[in-house]
């Protein structure tokens, strides 16, 4: 009751603040990344290397064993000894996803010296030019995000089928059709042009933030233009180009639709194998085999990247 009689209004947050002795507010927060990634990515994990230690069955799902938690601890006990490595070995053994293997990291490592022979350029020339054309350019190279990934595939077998547009541009100034579609080539265009933003804006975050002093300090000490650049410019840009590599490179390996409508049958990818195993053959067992493979396979990438960033911030 307060002095005049009234009685006070009730606070319902009294009380919820944190206890004497237990972690803060910032401590509980920083462990909402590692929350995060346990929900969204390790239990994920877990159930496809799960699936990949299965046996093929004829049944819905078309795999087993199948963890029974009524049975209680001799249920768990019979289902962590059916487990095995037969996936494993059945990669081991047959030769395709072998071909598979090395044709995706093939075609994922061509494509990503093309797209840095491409992309360096572009990055360069946006982070030299004003700021008002600057961000004009910008825009352009975000521009293609506002339409859909499907949609802008589609397109290039419009431009490149053999009655489509390129071949009709070339007979009219006079040249031979071409045969691209369902090759190779068309699997390096749509590559290319699909993940080209990806190394762009990495390039260009970095080499827009290096001091004009340096190339006229560099030019001062008797560089050429060349020099400069080579010297100074393309090392003090290594983690933008290492940056734009990864977020090409990782996930080019796994592509399906590229492959899939610009390749043609053909084409031999791991995403396609993936595709296959799951939803034609309905071997789950073996297509999550490949799927922890090709995983394991990317985090040796990511990991050379994190001890180069390590050693950068060591030498600062």
Known sequence: ?????APRPRRPWKGLGRPRGSPSWGARAA?????WLGLFFLVPFLLVAKLSLSDVVLAIPPYAP??????????LIAFVRALDFEAYARMGQDGLYLAAYLSSLKFAAVATFILLLV?????YGMARCRPSVRQALLMAVILPFWTSFLIRVYAWIAILKPAGLLNMLLAQIGLPPVDI??????VYIGLVYAYLPFMVLPLYAVLERQEAGLLEAAADL???PFQSFWRVTFPLSIPGV????LLCFIPMVGEFVIPDLLGGSGTLMLGKTIWTEFFSNR????ASAVAIVLLATLVIPIVLFQRQQTKMMEQR
Request: net charge negative; with cysteine; proline share 10%.
């Open 31 to 35: 462990l909402l990344p590692y929350l």
């Open 181 to 186: 579609l369902n090759t190779d080539t068309a």
């Open 242 to 245: 290492m940056a734009g590599a």
């Open 66 to 75: 199948r963890l029974d938690w009524s049975v209680g601890l001799p249920g």
């Open 283 to 286: 071997d789950w067992p073996a």
């Open 119 to 123: 992309g360096y350029p572009l990055a």
């Open 1 to 5: 009751m307060s002095v005049t009689g």
């Open 222 to 224: 008797g560089c050429t």
